[in-house]
T-cell receptor, first 113, second 113 residues
Framework: AQSVSQHNHHVILSEAASLELGCNYS??????LFWYVQYPGQHLQLLLKYFSGDPLVKGIKGFEAEFIKSKFSFNLRKPSVQWSDTAEYFCAVIPGGYQKVTFGIGTKLQVIP | EPEVTQTPSHQVTQMGQEVILRCVPISNHLYFYWYRQILGQKVEFLVS????????KSEIFDDQFSVERPDGSNFTLKIRSTKLEDSAMYFCAIGDSYNSPLHFGNGTRLTVT
């Protein structure tokens, strides 16, 4: 069965620090990849998605992610985090031809002012 | 604001009782999903629903669970006889195509005592 691994479960950064959250998946075929964010007390929101084309995708709020097929990775990055980025971030995968989304366990990001 | 509204936001029930969780999308969508997140664990797929029938379900979605869209608007998840381990946050999600990004509701926190 496919799985999604997020290596950092809890990350603490100071404002203006750079962020990279790791995500690896274990599915060999075509995949659609997503990052979702869940701010405290709110619903899951789509941050960015990759379906095909340019492996470097840009999302909302200055986030970007790079799909590296050879490494089965889809890491999320932001050059300079803000306190308002404090949230939980979920990597998610839909293998081609399937409906259900498989989520990683999530990474809690805490940004200290 | 989320594209889908979930009610109630929090439900406390006794073990063995039936609960119904509701989901109302703001606009018409084709695909409906239920996911859940037990505290500290991954967001897990429960079931997908398309064209008024279940299209895929996970091993979690046993005979205790059922879904329906009785009036073409509300999408409900029923748990017939709740167990302690059903305590979780339940998320409704909607999609426009079978592998499109999902839009999630705010979730219903179910506490079984």
């Amino acid at each position: 069965a496919q799985s999604v691994s997020q290596h950092n479960h809890h990350v603490i950064l100071s404002e203006a620090a750079s962020l990279e959250l790791g995500c690896n998946y274990s599915y060999g075929g075509t995949v659609n990849l997503f990052w979702y964010v869940q701010y405290p007390g709110q619903h899951l929101q789509l941050l960015l998605k990759y379906f095909s084309g340019d492996p470097l995708v840009k999302g909302i709020k200055g986030f970007e992610a790079e799909f590296i097929k050879s490494k089965f990775s889809f890491n999320l990055r932001k050059p300079s985090v803000q306190w308002s980025d404090t949230a939980e971030y979920f990597c998610a995968v839909i293998p081609g031809g399937y409906q259900k989304v498989t989520f990683g366990i999530g990474t809690k990001l805490q940004v200290i002012p | 604001e989320p594209e889908v509204t979930q009610t109630p936001s929090h439900q406390v029930t006794q073990m063995g009782q039936e609960v119904i969780l509701r989901c109302v999308p703001i606009s018409n969508h084709l695909y409906f999903y239920w996911y859940r997140q037990i505290l500290g664990q991954k967001v897990e797929f429960l079931v997908s629903f398309y064209n008024n029938e279940i299209s895929e379900k996970s091993e979690i979605f046993d005979d205790q669970f059922s879904v329906e869209r009785p009036d073409g608007s509300n999408f409900t998840l029923k748990i017939r006889s709740t167990k302690l381990e059903d305590s979780a946050m339940y998320f409704c999600a909607i999609g426009d195509s079978y592998n499109s990004p999902l839009h999630f509701g705010n979730g219903t926190r179910l506490t079984v005592t």
